[in-house]
């Protein structure tokens, strides 16, 4: 008994000097992860310092090439990537998922009336001008399965679109929803959005596949938090739009 309650009141001590909470960030994801004047901004900015806070460890920001994500989370030199990733079975390959926090579907971003002309999701697919994706990412992997007609040109993020759509640099930029709607919305007299999901997708943190104690205390927080409306108090700080777009999006 006695040794019962030892453990028991050293287990509620914290630790002293936890190890921090290193987390994977690349900065040109508007509004989810992205660089504000001089702070880090973005519903996963805000996840990452709640969720640091929650496991009473200090957060470390580590800023990383978005294509070197998964390998520098495996090489160790990160715990967790909060940064706009989308689960795919390649990804999956590699590391352990957190449960979803948000749907996200890819959709396309066009000239303002020009959106008629890409009304079905045929049309994307068989078009054969220019389409702008950032490298390495779902988009840019759905454009190179399924346009065999266009022609891929890499941007290096979504604000990138502001300009070389408008001037016929590409006809037609693909990108997850969040992405997307805030690009068109802070673009609205010479942007518009092509309203259909060109393919389902979800977001989550990735953990090493062996830290499954990180990948267990990351998820309990996430279900206190979506029964608590805290989840999207945070979500619709950044994505106002997000619920009635999801909507429109499945009807």
Known sequence: MA??????????????????????????????????????????????????????????QVTVPWSLQIDELIAGHTDIVMSGLT??????????????????????????????????????????????????????????????KAKVMGVSSADDVAFYLPNHRIDLYIDDMAAVVDVALRNETRLEMVRFPLAQQQMAWAVRKDNTELLRQANEILARWRASGELDRILNRWMPYRNSTLLELGR
């Open 87 to 148: 689960i795919t079975p390649e990804r999956r390959a590699r590391a352990a998922f957190c449960d979803s926090y948000m749907d996200n579907p890819l959709m396309a971003v066009v000239r303002r009336g020009e959106a008629g002309r890409y009304s079905t999701l045929a049309a994307i697919k068989n078009m054969s001008g220019t389409i702008g994706v950032i490298p390495d990412t779902t988009a840019d992997m759905f454009v190179r399965q399924n346009c065999p």
């Open 3 to 60: 040794l019962a309650l030892l453990l028991a009141s050293c287990a509620s001590v914290p630790v002293a000097n936890p190890d921090p909470l290193r987390v994977g960030v690349t900065l040109n994801y508007q509004p989810l992860i992205f660089r504000l004047w001089d702070m880090t901004a973005g519903a996963e900015n805000d996840f990452a310092v709640a969720l640091a806070k929650e496991l009473g460890r200090p957060l470390q």
